[in-house]
């Protein structure tokens, strides 16, 4: 028999608490855990061992900017986050104090069958696809892919969206780059921890095989100022084409300009943009909403809309494809939490629409809305008490109903809080209440107990309400002793 090497042991009975190092010019240096880490890792290696991110399971990120793959082995709310990492030989404990988020390896999407009409949207951010029920006295029931039927109070919804053809997600990621068509520049776009990432010159493109009006979500990450460009319906994915018909959308860190391209006849310009918020931020959430039957996209950049533009050429993109183009050289561009979806193409008010504080208002296929108290949906229709009279109107004409505004309830602040986005992209608000064996149990402000397979949720975010990150302590329980491999 040969001699197994003897695991390395590191010391950490000098360790009171986390702390930060500071250099002497003054700028924040890395933390002592991204320290501790990175000697593990280093003694893992010299034990012959591999510390690979693709052979760990999930990543934990928290609030110092530390990121550890690894494993989540389950919450325990009376002492914390258990977390097994491949350079240490028992499980870590972290307090919720410092989590900022937990990315799963979800493999449980909707099944086939499932083909949700309606989109709910509620006061408290959450957004579920699923199917009316009923909804009649105040209350609504709905069906949804991962718990079921549920019930809520009518009074917790802002709005719901209707499709005649079903919200039919097409994409949702990314998980890999897997599907996509990257550039041959000598650093093209790679996949890294849930996100695509350039840091350089170079496409990514990916044939979808559009053929109806689309909606596409993404989040932008950028290190620096930077240059974008999005093709949507491109007919070429694996170059920047000006010889076939599509739209293209430049992005820049303070605003935004939308083309179209007409093969043989070059770029016309539909509209433009400024954006100053970006300028104050890294990160934005783009949502590009193009509907072919109408000819018109619009564009909303953090829940607020940049703009709708229609062409009156009517829509002239004849491809299936999307591509990006990172044009700089130097900043590091991030893509994730992406999500495409199959629209119908009826009118669609603007997404930052509002309704009155004290009225319901339902927006109809013809463009027409109906202000009044929406009081149930019956027989296939939805009964509308407007100042006048009593309306019935047919559930097939109607788009989109947006409620009255209420009291908005109190900020989370159970440490336990977080907000869970399922494979689909849809995402809700829970505390957490058990997670084990494969399930997770959550108590919700609006929707009740609701208990789910892990296996659907994509991402834990924590610490919703918490500032920008600073001195303090790091969360985690430190046993005196860990030993590396075994």
Same mark, same amino acid.
């Given at each position: 028999?040969?001699?197994?090497?003897?695991?390395?042991?590191?010391?950490?009975?000098?360790?009171?608490?986390?702390?930060?190092?500071?250099?002497?010019?003054?700028?924040?240096?890395c933390?002592?855990?991204?320290?501790?880490?990175?000697?593990?890792?280093?003694?893992? @290696?010299?034990?012959?061992?591999?510390?690979?991110?693709?052979?760990?399971?999930?990543?934990?990120?928290?609030?110092?900017?530390?990121? &550890?793959?690894?494993?989540?082995?389950?919450?325990q709310?009376?002492?914390?986050?258990?977390?097994?990492?491949?350079? =240490?030989?028992?499980?870590?404990?972290?307090?919720?104090?410092?989590?900022?988020?937990?990315?799963?390896?979800?493999?449980?999407?909707?099944?086939?069958?499932?083909?949700?009409?309606?989109?709910?949207?509620?006061?408290?951010?959450?957004?579920?696809?699923?199917?009316?029920?009923?909804?009649?006295?105040?209350?609504?029931?709905?069906?949804?892919?991962?718990?079921?039927?549920?019930?809520?109070?009518?009074?917790?919804?802002?709005?719901?969206?209707?499709?005649?053809?079903?919200?039919? $997600?097409?994409?949702?990621?990314?998980?890999?780059?897997?599907?996509?068509?990257?550039?041959?520049?000598?650093?093209?776009?790679?996949?890294?921890?849930?996100?695509?990432?350039?840091?350089?010159?170079?496409? &990514?493109?990916?044939?979808?095989? @559009?053929?109806?009006?689309?909606?596409?979500?993404?989040?932008?990450t950028?290190?620096?100022?930077?240059s974008?460009?999005?093709?949507?319906?491109?007919?070429?994915?694996?170059?920047?084409?000006?010889?076939?018909?599509?739209?293209?959308?430049?992005?820049?860190?303070?605003?935004?300009?939308?083309?179209?391209?007409?093969?043989?006849?070059?770029?016309?310009?539909?509209?433009?943009?400024?954006?100053?918020?970006?300028?104050?931020?890294?990160?934005?959430?783009?949502?590009?909403?193009?509907?072919?039957?109408?000819?018109?996209?619009?564009?909303?950049?953090?829940?607020?809309?940049?703009?709708?533009?229609?062409?009156?050429?009517?829509?002239?993109?004849?491809g299936?494809?999307?591509?990006?183009?990172?044009?700089?050289?130097?900043?590091?561009?991030?893509?994730s939490?992406?999500?495409?979806?199959?629209l119908?193409?009826?009118?669609e008010p603007?997404?930052?629409?509002?309704?009155p504080?004290?009225?319901?208002? $339902?927006?109809?296929?013809?463009?027409?809305? =109906?202000?009044?108290?929406?009081?149930?949906?019956?027989?296939?229709?939805?009964?509308?008490?407007?100042?006048?009279?009593?309306l019935?109107?047919?559930?097939?004409?109607?788009?989109?109903?947006?409620?009255?505004?209420?009291?908005?309830r109190?900020?989370?602040?159970?440490?336990?809080?977080?907000?869970?986005?399922?494979?689909?992209?849809?995402?809700?608000?829970?505390?957490?209440?058990?997670f084990?064996?494969?399930?997770?149990?959550?108590?919700?402000?609006?929707?009740?107990?609701?208990?789910?397979?892990?296996?659907?949720?994509?991402?834990?975010?924590?610490? @919703?309400?918490r500032?920008?990150?600073?001195?303090?302590?790091l969360?985690?329980?430190?046993?005196e002793?860990?030993?590396?491999?075994?």
């Amino acid at each position: 028999m040969r001699d197994e090497p003897m695991s390395p042991k590191v010391d950490f009975t000098s360790i009171k608490s986390a702390t930060w190092f500071t250099s002497e010019r003054g700028n924040q240096g890395c933390s002592l855990l991204q320290r501790i880490f990175a000697l593990l890792s280093v003694l893992f @290696l010299f034990n012959g061992l591999s510390l690979s991110a693709a052979d760990a399971k999930s990543e934990l990120q928290l609030f110092d900017g530390t990121s &550890l793959h690894g494993e989540l082995l389950g919450l325990q709310l009376d002492q914390g986050l258990i977390w097994k990492h491949p350079a =240490v030989h028992d499980p870590i404990i972290f307090r919720p104090n410092n989590l900022a988020s937990i990315r799963l390896p979800a493999d449980q999407g909707p099944p086939e069958s499932f083909q949700p009409t309606s989109k709910f949207r509620f006061k408290n951010g959450d957004e579920i696809f699923g199917n009316l029920l009923s909804m009649k006295d105040g209350q609504f029931e709905f069906e949804t892919w991962f718990a079921g039927r549920i019930k809520a109070h009518q009074e917790s919804l802002e709005a719901i969206g209707f499709s005649a053809g079903g919200f039919r $997600v097409i994409y949702e990621g990314p998980t890999s780059l897997d599907g996509w068509t990257v550039g041959k520049n000598s650093r093209p776009w790679k996949y890294e921890d849930g996100a695509l990432v350039a840091k350089g010159p170079d496409i &990514l493109g990916r044939n979808f095989s @559009l053929k109806t009006s689309s909606n596409l979500e993404f989040d932008l990450t950028w290190s620096a100022a930077f240059s974008l460009t999005l093709t949507l319906y491109a007919q070429t994915i694996d170059r920047f084409d000006y010889s076939a018909n599509a739209y293209i959308i430049y992005i820049g860190q303070g605003g935004l300009t939308l083309q179209r391209v007409t093969a043989g006849q070059g770029a016309i310009l539909l509209g433009n943009a400024q954006l100053p918020t970006m300028l104050t931020k890294n990160t934005s959430r783009f949502e590009i909403r193009s509907n072919i039957e109408d000819g018109s996209i619009g564009i909303t950049v953090d829940g607020v809309p940049a703009g709708r533009w229609k062409d009156s050429s009517g829509f002239v993109a004849k491809g299936g494809g999307i591509v990006f183009y990172s044009q700089t050289d130097g900043p590091e561009l991030k893509l994730s939490k992406m999500r495409l979806t199959a629209l119908d193409g009826r009118f669609e008010p603007e997404t930052g629409t509002n309704a009155p504080a004290t009225n319901d208002v $339902v927006f109809l296929a013809n463009k027409d809305r =109906v202000t009044g108290k929406i009081e149930g949906i019956h027989d296939g229709k939805v009964k509308v008490l407007t100042r006048s009279t009593h309306l019935e109107i047919p559930m097939g004409r109607v788009v989109q109903m947006v409620l009255a505004k209420s009291q908005n309830r109190p900020a989370a602040t159970d440490p336990w809080t977080t907000r869970a986005t399922l494979v689909g992209g849809e995402n809700l608000l829970m505390d957490i209440l058990q997670f084990k064996s494969g399930r997770i149990r959550g108590s919700t402000v609006h929707l009740g107990e609701i208990e789910m397979n892990t296996s659907a949720v994509r991402q834990l975010q924590f610490n @919703l309400n918490r500032p920008p990150p600073g001195v303090g302590d790091l969360g985690l329980v430190l046993p005196e002793v860990i030993p590396v491999g075994r």
